[in-house]
């Protein structure tokens, strides 16, 4: 048996977790979790980074001594950069601040939305990278390397620069044909393209540990720090526990990634007014998917409640308990994006289509959960359609996993059976690409079949009236 690390940094929690592998098993534990609190200082929103990285190494040390290796996950699209001396330039900026705001409108209209999706095959989101970059073009002068966060704290751990795919391919600067940084659309940008490293393949062995870094986790020196699918939604995909090849996947925690896994990407007109996104997956795959808001509705409204994660379960069951469509919306309204006060603006979008906003807490969860079910029916559909890909069963990994009430009702609106688990797909998406470059598993499909056959799943059989479903996402102003 090997034991192998998984850093695994969401949104809203972080964790170290520690994976025997071998022999048919897949034992996971978790050795270190911590929130993940984003910082507003002098009106910008920052990720607290360097308290991430110390949670990390206090996790890589608890992990203790016999690691063969260590993986790095973490949410996309954000950065660091660094001087020439390698030492860090500012405090990475958190995707939702509004540096990015009129933007990516700003660089569509120049460069044309058919050239850029051509290009990178991207979703339009207003925080990607490339949108980041644009808003802090001016200030790049001193920038020489920009690291993506696992890229970054990788670095931190061994010294080694470089920019895993997975990750990179969220950039929008990466072609999504060669899987080579685009130095045409760089250009044009006018951004550098020294920035930018040397792309890693996730199985790549980044580096030992430093010396300073081995000390103060008590790891011996030779441990590796192995690049993954460093982009957590293509951890968490690789780990989907489905056989074959027609399943849908919902990778469901702050976001809602949904969509399929195909062979190459689909760059038509359809699919990108539909804003579907072709990032990278492992093995030259193609994560063709949407993202849906997810449960940042329900987390932002928490905050707003002052209603913490253990205020949750009771939280749901009272929810489970309202009428189903008293009031539904479109869970993609942009106006949902930034940090605030969500219970008030899901109460005005309400408003704003005819509907009486839900008055209560349960009430308020209740709408979230129909819209997020009737957002999951809508991107499946469509992921379908636009990409010819069968789907006979849809796979809810994450957190949501754990929301009986939202897998429920994603298989009333889908019409299909929902698979929901592992709820840590990710963190075993990281330690299975690092057990097969170890040698310890063969492929994919292997990859797969361990997790289905070692970790708790659930089925959720399709049921409800589809009419019903029918005219509540008419209403939401959704397919
Ligand atoms: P991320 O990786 O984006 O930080 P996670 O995959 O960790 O997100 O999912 C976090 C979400 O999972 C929480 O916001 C919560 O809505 C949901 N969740 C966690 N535990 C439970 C639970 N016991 N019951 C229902 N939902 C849960
Ligand atoms: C989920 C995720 C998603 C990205 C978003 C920024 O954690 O990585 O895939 O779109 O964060």
């Excluded at 670095?155 to 969220?170: D, F, K």
């Excluded at 209603?307 to 009031?327: I, K, M, N, Y």
């Amino acid at each position: 048996m090997n034991t192998f690390a998984a850093v695994d940094l969401g949104a809203s929690s972080g964790r170290v977790m520690a994976a025997r592998v071998g022999d048919g098993a897949l034992e996971l534990t978790e050795v270190r979790r911590f929130p993940n609190r984003p910082v507003r200082a002098a009106g910008t929103l920052h990720w607290n980074i360097l308290g991430l990285y110390g949670e990390i190494l206090d996790g890589l040390k608890a992990a203790g001594p016999g690691l063969t290796s260590i993986g790095i996950d973490s949410w996309a699209v954000d950065y660091g950069l660094l001087d020439r001396s390698g030492a860090l330039l500012g405090n990475p900026v958190h995707y939702r601040d509004g540096r990015t705001d009129g933007v990516m409108e700003r660089v569509r209209a120049e460069l044309g939305d058919a050239y850029l999706y051509d290009v990178a095959g991207l979703q339009f989101l207003p925080f990607n990278t490339v949108y980041q970059l644009v808003a802090e073009r001016d200030g790049l002068d001193r920038a020489h390397t920009l690291l993506m966060i696992p890229d970054l704290l990788a670095y931190w751990l061994t010294g080694r620069t470089g920019a895993e795919l997975t990750n990179a391919s969220t950039t929008g600067l990466l072609d999504v044909r060669t899987r080579t940084w685009s130095a045409a659309l760089l250009e044009r940008l006018g951004l550098p393209r020294r920035l930018l490293p040397e792309l890693r393949e996730p199985g790549e062995v980044i580096g030992p540990l430093r010396p300073d870094v081995a000390t103060e986790t008590g790891l011996p020196g030779d441990v590796p720090v192995t690049a993954v699918a460093s982009h957590d939604t293509a951890s968490a995909v690789a780990a989907v526990p489905a056989r074959g090849e027609d399943f849908a996947y919902i990778s469901c925690g702050t976001w809602s990634l949904v969509g399929v896994e195909l062979p190459g990407p689909v760059l038509g007109e359809e699919g990108r007014t539909a804003n579907f996104t072709n990032e990278a997956g492992i093995d030259g795959t193609v994560r063709y998917l949407r993202n849906v808001m997810g449960l940042w509705l329900l987390q932002e409204s928490q905050r707003a409640w002052g209603l913490g994660p253990s205020d949750l379960p009771a939280l749901l069951e009272a929810a489970a308990g309202v009428p189903a469509f008293q009031a539904v919306v479109d869970p993609d309204a942009p106006e949902f994006l930034p940090p605030g006060d969500m219970p008030a603006r899901i109460a005005e979008r309400c408003r704003a289509t005819g509907q009486r906003p839900p008055a209560t807490p349960p009430e308020v969860v209740r709408c979230i959960m129909d819209s997020l079910a009737l957002g999951h029916r809508a991107a499946v559909r469509e992921a379908a359609r636009l990409s010819g890909r069968r789907v006979e069963v849809v796979h809810l990994v994450g957190g949501g996993s754990r929301n009986e009430l939202l897998c429920r009702l994603t298989a009333d609106a889908c019409g299909l059976p929902v698979v929901a688990g592992p709820v840590e797909a990710t963190a075993l998406g990281n330690v299975l690409v690092q057990a097969r470059a170890f040698g310890v598993v063969k492929d994919l499909a292997e990859m797969r079949g361990l997790v289905a056959a070692t970790q708790p799943l659930r089925r959720y059989e399709p049921g409800g009236d589809p009419a019903a479903w029918d005219d509540a996402a008419a209403r939401a102003g959704l397919r």
